[in-house]
Nanobody, 115 residues
Framework: QVQLVESGGALVQPGGSLRLSCATSGSILRFNVMGWYRQAPGKSRELVATITSGGSTDYADSVKGRSTISRDNAKNTLYLQMTRLESEDTAVYYC?????????WGQGTLVTVSS
């Protein structure tokens, strides 16, 4: 059974930086696409960034230029580096992985941006 475990969520001041990690059980090479999504209080879950097995990336306009998604195949881990954090970035961040016949979600990690 595929499992995703996020970590790295924290309380950060506006303008700060944070790196989220998503560790996968087994080889990350099984996944065609991996991504980060977030859900703020009272709002729907939204896409933050995705990365394909070939390394192509895509970002939501709200984080473009401030965030970088990457994957370390040797460590079977997905990352999201976020900089210049804003209060609007406060949310639970979820890791997502899609294989040919399945899709898996992590349990989420909370990011709070506040002074």
């Amino acid at each position: 059974q595929v499992q995703l475990v996020e970590s790295g969520g924290a309380l950060v001041q506006p303008g700060g930086s944070l790196r989220l990690s998503c560790a996968t059980s087994g080889s990350i090479l099984r996944f065609n696409v991996m991504g980060w999504y977030r859900q703020a209080p009272g709002k729907s879950r939204e896409l933050v960034a995705t990365i394909t097995s070939g390394g192509s990336t895509d970002y939501a306009d709200s984080v473009k230029g401030r965030s970088t998604i990457s994957r370390d195949n040797a460590k079977n881990t997905l990352y999201l580096q976020m900089t210049r954090l804003e209060s609007e970035d406060t949310a639970v961040y979820y890791c997502n992985a899609q294989g040919r016949y399945f899709e898996v979600w992590g349990q989420g990690t909370l990011v709070t941006v506040s002074s």
